[in-house]
């Protein structure tokens, strides 16, 4: 699952994506209201943690700006600016949650999770498919009564996945989902961790494989 930051404290922008890849999602950072035009343009992400206090304008302008386009992404402010207008103003302008700095980043992360679980959102806390069962909070995965060991790409393959458990979901919006603007990638990138998480889930004796849908994508079935 995608996230933006507009974030121009380099140093809060690092830690950030930190964390939330940690959480499992993987992360577009930018420091402008510009740069996240263009990202936004270009991209769908499931959420967006915006500053508002931004070099090249007010991150209220760029969140007045998606609201206008219908954009119905949900947007966490993350700002100084403390006062009870501030936060007023901001929730009216659009924002789905404010959160003043400085703040515990376990509650930033928490805060994500819980606007994505909210109606018409996408963040389930448990996904599961025959015997595959994955906690989005903690990213444990489970075959059966057994713990999978997974890398954090491979986890957040699986959640994808399982989210269209049964369906299949195309190349694409997988390689969307998983890979950021500047996450080094080769040619084959998604074959190879489909083949590796496919051999994993083989090898725990699990009783739902990896389909390739040729041409499409891939497909989360029966194994038999």
């Given at each position: 699952m995608r996230l933006l930051v507009v974030e121009d404290e380099s140093e809060l922008?690092?830690?950030?994506?930190?964390?939330?890849?940690?959480?499992?999602?993987?992360?577009?950072?930018v420091a402008g209201q510009a740069a996240a035009e263009d990202h936004l343009a270009v991209a769908d992400y499931a959420a967006i943690v915006l500053d508002l206090g931004l070099a090249d304008g007010d991150g209220m302008t760029l969140l007045r700006l998606m609201r206008r386009q219908r954009a119905a992404v949900p947007?966490?402010?993350?700002?100084?600016?403390?006062?009870?207008?501030?936060?007023?103003?901001?929730?009216?302008?659009?924002a789905d949650?404010?959160?003043?700095?400085?703040?515990?980043?376990?509650?930033?992360?928490?805060?994500?999770?819980?606007?994505?679980?909210?109606?018409?959102?996408?963040?389930?806390?448990?996904?599961?498919?025959?015997?595959?069962?994955?906690?989005?909070?903690?990213?444990?995965?489970?075959?059966?009564?057994g713990v999978l060991a997974l890398s954090p790409r491979e986890t957040a393959l699986l959640e994808q996945l399982l989210r269209r458990g049964g369906k299949v979901v195309p190349r694409e919006s997988i390689e969307q989902n998983l890979y950021g603007f500047d996450t080094p990638t080769g040619p084959n990138a998604l074959e190879v961790?489909?083949?590796?998480?496919?051999?994993?889930?083989?090898?725990?004796?699990?009783?739902a494989a990896i389909h390739t849908i040729r041409g499409v994508g891939y497909l989360l079935a029966d194994g038999e």
């Open positions: 922008a690092m830690l950030l994506r930190q964390a939330l890849e940690r959480a499992g999602f993987t992360v577009d950072n947007v966490l402010i993350l700002t100084a600016r403390d006062t009870p207008e501030d936060r007023v103003a901001g929730l009216d302008a659009g949650d404010y959160l003043v700095k400085p703040f515990h980043m376990p509650e930033l992360v928490a805060r994500v999770r819980a606007l994505l679980r909210r109606p018409a959102a996408v963040l389930d806390v448990r996904l599961g498919f025959a015997d595959v069962v994955l906690e989005t909070d903690s990213r444990t995965v489970r075959v059966g009564e961790l489909v083949h590796r998480l496919r051999r994993r889930l083989q090898d725990a004796g699990a009783k």
